[in-house]
């Protein structure tokens, strides 16, 4: 019985996770992998009940032979939703970088944290079915809170407007872009290169770069080329996506303005360099030379 109610709920809020994170384009092999699986385990508890000419409920051999089968193959279902859902997560982080000046992550931290939990809670279901009574309560108390966070969540998302939208732009940047199906650098002709180049050399040296809060559709209009060009030509650097590209760039005026104002504050090298604040302009700065702004320039002075 817990097979049976397991089973379709585990596969309802993984397909509502994935409707979520592909905007509603949800195929028919999606709804097919969890309703095949719920027929061959309809099948297979109810082809063992009538084997042995059995009530349902009966804990016979077959019947826990039955269980054990249908434990598997909702592990696979589970396994299944749980790969595509995190896909889907990647290529939204993936877009967020490639759209945005700054980081992006913690819109998408609440969806890590109810995937994961749903995966968890799914994959760990057999055992607690398996288990006493006891654990199985645990368990249930368990999945109950993590679908109630997921619920909620998925909840605030569609009441926050501006969260939302920040979504879809980039989500729709990259499918314009090809960012989601690889687009290949060697496409991009030599002129064509060439032309890219030389109109954001003339951008950096207006300062473009070190505007606060600008997105790869402002780039693009201040630039003047294609957005999937633009996209193209970032894929034939190191850094791939308009954010890595972008925080390197500031990275190295912030570096500059170390070098030439010791004096400076980290709030004025932030705000100078287009950083949204100082604790950001921190952590990155860090992250990328393994030093504080203020020990790089003691490193420097030294």
């Not at 994935?18 to 195929?27: E, T």
């Not at 633009?230 to 303005?257: D, G, I, S, V």
């Amino acid at each position: 019985m817990n097979l049976l109610f397991f089973v379709p709920s585990a596969c309802l809020i993984s397909l509502a996770v994935m409707n979520l994170l592909r905007q509603g384009r949800l195929s028919k092999r999606d709804w097919a992998v969890g309703g095949v699986t719920y027929l061959l385990v309809i099948a297979s508890l109810l082809t063992a009940a009538i084997s042995e000419d059995q009530p349902l409920l009966n804990d016979t051999p077959e019947m826990r032979t039955a269980e054990l089968a249908s434990a598997v193959l909702y592990l696979l279902m589970q396994v299944y939703y749980s790969g595509l859902n995190a896909l889907e997560l990647r290529k939204l982080r993936r877009a967020l970088k490639g759209y945005y000046d700054q980081d992006k992550s913690e819109i998408l931290h609440w969806m890590t944290v109810s995937i994961s939990s749903l995966a968890l809670s799914g994959l760990m279901a057999p055992i607690a079915i398996f288990w006493s009574n006891g654990w199985l309560l645990a368990y249930s108390m368990t999945i109950f809170f993590t679908i109630f966070y997921s619920v909620i969540s998925f909840y605030s998302y569609g009441v926050d407007r501006a969260r939302q939208k920040e979504l879809n732009d980039a989500e729709e940047s990259a499918e314009e872009a090809g960012l989601n199906d690889d687009c290949d650098c060697n496409t991009l002709e030599e002129t064509e290169r060439l032309r890219i180049e030389k109109a954001i050399e003339h951008w950096i040296a207006d300062g473009g770069h070190l505007k606060n809060g600008i997105n790869m559709a402002q780039v693009v209009k201040e630039v003047g080329v294609p957005r999937y060009q633009l996209t193209q030509w970032l894929k034939c650097t190191e850094w791939e996506l308009f954010n890595p590209w972008l925080t390197h760039l500031r990275l190295e005026e912030a570096k500059k303005l170390l070098d030439e104002h010791a004096d400076w504050s980290n709030d004025t090298i932030a705000e100078r360099c287009g950083f949204s604040s100082r604790s950001y302009f921190q952590t990155v700065f860090k992250k990328s030379t393994g030093l504080s702004p203020s020990e790089y320039q003691q490193n420097k002075s030294s």
